[in-house]
């Protein structure tokens, strides 16, 4: 029988543990919905599905993000907002060369609408940034997939399969 690695922090790399172990308030910590449930979850469980579906160029990004999302929830539950001050991610990944943040919030209008400004922000930044690397990056087309790579990471693509690139 095969271990499932869905939700699971023992099998990721070592960068994205550092971030999920930085920020638990949006990783590690259950929303009350399924907090009933935590007695049952394992040791190493997170709320990511398989980690952060990307590269480690999008590693800065990802800590910008998570900072921001935790210094928020800090702040309101700071004021006595905890049933408005929750922040989990449960999909973060590449899609369509940039990243993606698919998560569940309870925030209020004001605070739920920056919070996905920011978002929008750091997907923009992601479509400037190598996905590979962490250097500037531009969305380029590899055979059908698209993907932000430096024009050095481009060229390795291309050397791997020239007959898919444009």
Request: glycine share 6%; net charge neutral; with cysteine.
């Amino acid at each position: 029988m095969t271990e499932s690695k869905q939700n699971r922090l023992e099998w990721l790399p070592e960068w994205q543990k550092k971030i999920i172990r930085k920020y638990p308030i949006l990783y590690l910590e259950t929303s009350p919905e399924h907090s009933k449930d935590a007695a049952e979850l394992p040791d190493d469980h997170c709320n990511l599905r398989y980690g952060f579906e990307c590269e480690a160029g999008w590693e800065k990004l990802i800590d910008e993000l998570s900072a921001t999302g935790e210094a928020l929830v800090k702040a309101l539950r700071a004021f006595n907002f905890q049933d408005d001050a929750r922040v989990s991610g449960l999909i973060i990944k590449e899609k369509f060369g940039l990243l993606c943040w698919q998560g569940q919030d309870n925030l209020l209008p004001p605070f739920h609408s920056l919070w996905w400004g920011y978002i929008s922000s750091i997907r923009e930044r992601s479509s400037h940034t190598c996905e590979k690397s962490g250097k500037f990056g531009e969305l380029r087309k590899i055979g059908t997939r698209f993907q932000t790579l430096s024009q050095g990471e481009y060229d390795k693509a291309r050397k791997l399969r020239p007959e898919q690139s444009q």
